[in-house]
Structure formats: C-alpha cells, structure tokens
C-alpha cells in the first residue's frame, strides 16, 4: 500500500467515532492527525493555533472505506494524459470519494491508463484514493467476456493474457506484476456469451496462484457459475469477487469456500442493475450471501462501479440488508475486512498510530443505519482532507 500524499496535520472536533464494527459509536471528542497518523482521540486538543481544525458537530466518524471491486475502464479515465482534466476530477469525486472510499482495488482495466492516474494522485495532481490494480486480468484460454469485446479491437485481442498452459499462467501473473498490478484476477468462469460461461483449466488456474502467491500478491476470482466456483475452490484463489450469478449447485462449494476462509465480494446491487431486477433471478444470489455468511465466509465490500453505470452505494447496502448483514457486518466489510486481508494493520480501525484514512457520516445518530453509510459528509486520507475539496 502506498504512503499518503501529505504529511498533514488535521484537527477534529466533536466527532462521534466508531473505531471498529463491533464497538459502540462514542459521543463527540476531539481527534488529533498529525503527520498523515491518527495521533490522539478522546483529548480536548489544545494546539499551538497553525493545526487546520474542522467542528464536525457530532457527525460519525469511521475508518476510511474500502471499495475491492472497482473497474477504470469508462470514457472519462482516458483524460488521464491531459493536464488539465476537470471531467477527470468530477470522475473520481462522483465514482469513489464522495461514496467514502479512501481505498479502492481495481479488478480490470488497463494498466496505461491505471497506472498514469495514480501516479497523478499520488503526485498530488488529482485528489484521490489508493488505488490498487490487477491490471488487464487473466481470462480463460479464447474466453474473452462477451461485454469486453466490444472494448478490445480484435487487432489488440492477442494482447489479452488467455493462458493454455501452466508456463503460460506463470508468466502471466509475473507479465501483470511487472506492469503495476498489485493483485491477480482470474476469469475462473468467463461468459463468453450472456448464456455460456468457459471456465479456466483447472491446471492453469492453480499454477497462477501458486505464482500469485509465491510473489506475494492475493488472488482474486471471477466465479460465474458452478463450474467457475470449483475452479476457484481448486486452485485457492483468496477471494471470490463477486457472488456466483448462476447459483445452481454452488451451495456446497461455497460453504466449503467459507470454512477455508476464501473471501466474497458481493456486488448484489449490480446484478439488478445490470442483467435483471426481478427476485426470481435475485433471491438465490442473496441466498447465496447468506449461507456464505452463514457458514463464517467473510465479506470485502465491493460494487463493480466502473462495469456497473450507476454509482449510488445506498443499493448496494440495502441489498445486503436484504440478505440479512448488520450495519456493523456492512462497515466490517467496508474497513476491518479488507485491511486485514490486504494485512494492513495500519489500516481499518480508528486507532492511534495508524493512518489518519478517515469517512465521515453526515449523520449523528449512534445508531448508524445501513443507509447512513451512503450518506458522506467528508473524506480523509493521511489527514488530507480528499472530498469535498473544503469544507464549508
Ligand atoms: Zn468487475
């Protein structure tokens, strides 16, 4: 994970902070960031008059949400080379920041584009979030997803990483690495059309993960249906990036997946949103969540913002209302989840010491519902003050 882009110093006042999802939400105090760290909480803060202070009249405070499925592929992330880019700006602003998200794992795009962004966050040309990339992805040997197509020139389709062999996923994984890519993603059950998922051979997806991991990176999985859930099961990939769609016969390789402690992003509201909205086709992918759960699966908040038009979040937490998570199960899987699967101890709860990444809730009610953590008054990373560009 990346430092922060500023060495900040950020004083808040009267802020209700809920640490961590299994602590109570606290009445308002003072929290000090000094040096882009959380350096104090509960103290009435006297400083020496130069430290930036903000009254947050009592508003809830987290630690800075994470966002594991993100894509960069939409129109606007190509004004990446201009030096002017408001569109680019506003982008970022409506997609991630003003949704809370101080972290965001992109699971597909391309690393041009990807990588010539955040190094304009990082440089402090854009206000932004962390964003950590897969870069292009890795599909199934001639499974390129119906919906990519139309994104790739079939001039440009033999650049696509569609391994056949195990030396072909190794190199693969190490080609992506050596571009910028910070995790793996693997189309471990690709539709090739809205009707037919190809899986990846079952030797080629092991043999990626096994060079994933020998170089220290988590994997991440496109399931699909059941045979792409077995598929990811078998080479133990790290988590599942979404719920299988197609959920017939996947039960008992999920609650297997669970107990082995792989992973789930859900991405429920982009089902309805993008394929169909009507509960015949839904209730299963909830059901799934829920057994999933149900069997100890842990969960990592993602939405496939980026493929998915719509960038609201409050869809996505009511879904996993629906399918029976808690407003504090919605914020483990927003801060807790991710920073200890990422093992970033420095990251996910509100704790001195650690990075001053922060979401602040325009509510202050300390009983936060699940549509409160829609609702963001403001956004910090290492004590910068990310979204809105000021306060009032
Ligand atoms: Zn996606």
Redesign the pocket.
Known sequence: MSDTLDDGSLLLRNARVWRRPDESVSGPQDVLLRGGRIAGIGLSAKTDGGTPEVDLAGRVTTAGFWNC?V?LTEAVWSERSRAHAPGLQSAIDDMMLSRGFVTVVD??SLPRTTNALIQRIETGQLRGPAIVTAGIGIRPWRGIPFYMRDLVPWFARWMLPMPLTRVGARWAVTSQLRTGAGVVKLFTGSYVTPERVKPMRAAVARAAVEQAHRQGVRVFA?PSNRSGTAVALDAAVDAL??VPDDTEGTAELLAEAARRGMRMIP?LH?FASTVRSDPEYLRPIHEALSDFIRHGGKVLFGT?V??MPERETRPEFEAMADAGMSVQDMLRALTTEPASFFADEERGAVDVGHHADLTILDTTSENVRPADLAQIYATIRGAKRIWPASFL
């Open positions: 499925h894509h699971l597909g496109h990036a979404h991405t982009m496939d980026g493929y």
